[in-house]
């Protein structure tokens, strides 16, 4: 009786190991039988996470809302974990941790060669589709930039750009702007550039300008940039670039007003906390979204109102 008793005990263990391995993902699976933590960490100090489903992977509410509307990339913590399909941010330098409205993680960057780096892919190129929208949670830790461009009138806190292989940069003025006439205290703008680079066509919010409050440091605010050389129209009759700050459309313009862009597929890494190694962000960002379509006004407004 007892061997009988030993024996049904067995074969529960079994049926119960069995049941658990067909309800686990298999990458889940994977993490259970190396380290309920694995991580693994390469030479130049990336680090990378085992790769989960994004449902499993999204907690929060703000990491849902963003998901429903299908991102081609979303690095939603402070470790530069892509929750759409595993591209990581190799971290370089030493980025910090920080925390959002909601709670979940942002990195932190010194404004000295620290930032995210994820290597080239078409998806994040303006010319794939015609269409990129960028979405992010940006927190300047300064307003007077020590680390810029133009005597130091401004910087690079994300983007996709090299040498000859400029698409894309998100582009925040300091607090005095010598360089400028008139001033840009703390404009943030979006630039698209030919693959040449040189002068961008641009769209920005700036304090005091169009009902938009004055920057303040260490306060997040939620920035959307729209690239769109799809949508024509007799406003804009090459596309356009446009920018939303919390969750409200600010300022729209042709994608030509400046100078006629042709947006190009180029090899550029894209970068959080800078955005072509020129240049350094000192502060947070966190929930980097990008998009291959633009996301309707409303969900832009549903994503800010959810963190």
Not at 62 to 69: E, F, W
Not at 249 to 277: E, K, W
Request: glycine share 10%; charged share 20%; net charge positive.
């Amino acid at each position: 009786m007892a061997e009988h008793r030993r024996r049904r005990r067995a074969r529960l263990r079994g049926l119960l190991l069995a049941t658990v391995l067909v309800l686990t993902p298999a990458a889940t699976q994977t993490a259970l039988a190396t380290s309920p933590d694995a991580v693994t960490r390469a030479e130049t100090g990336s680090v990378s996470a085992p790769v989960l489903p994004s449902a499993a992977r999204a907690r929060s509410g703000y990491d849902k809302a963003v998901l429903t509307d299908k991102p081609v990339g979303f690095w939603h913590d402070a470790g530069g974990i892509d929750l759409v399909a595993g591209r990581n941010a190799v971290r370089v330098g030493t980025p910090g941790s920080t925390i959002l409205p909601n709670g979940d993680t942002a990195a932190t960057f010194d404004g000295s060669r620290s930032y995210f780096e994820v290597p080239d892919n078409d998806r994040w190129s303006p010319a794939t589709t015609g269409i990129l929208t960028i979405e992010a949670w940006v927190r300047p830790s300064t307003l007077r930039f020590t680390s810029g461009r133009s005597a130091v009138c401004y910087l690079h806190w994300l983007g996709k750009s090299a040498r000859e292989q400029n698409e894309w940069a998100l582009r925040m003025y300091s607090d005095v702007t010598p360089c400028e006439s008139p001033p840009r205290p703390n404009r943030v703008s979006v630039y698209a550039f030919n693959l040449g680079g040189g002068l961008g066509t641009g769209a920005y919010f700036q304090g005091g300008l169009d009902g938009v409050p004055v920057m303040r440091a260490r306060d997040w605010v939620h920035v959307v940039r729209v690239i769109n050389s799809k949508q024509k129209s007799r406003t804009y009759p090459h596309g356009y670039v446009r920018i939303y700050r919390n969750g409200q459309l600010i300022n729209t313009r042709d994608l030509f007003s400046t100078v006629p862009v042709q947006p190009g597929n180029g090899t550029a890494p894209l970068r959080m906390g800078t955005g072509d190694l020129a240049s350094f962000f000192r502060g947070s960002i966190g929930k980097v979204a990008l998009y291959d379509h633009e996301v309707p006004a409303a969900r832009l407004l549903a994503h800010y109102r959810s963190m």
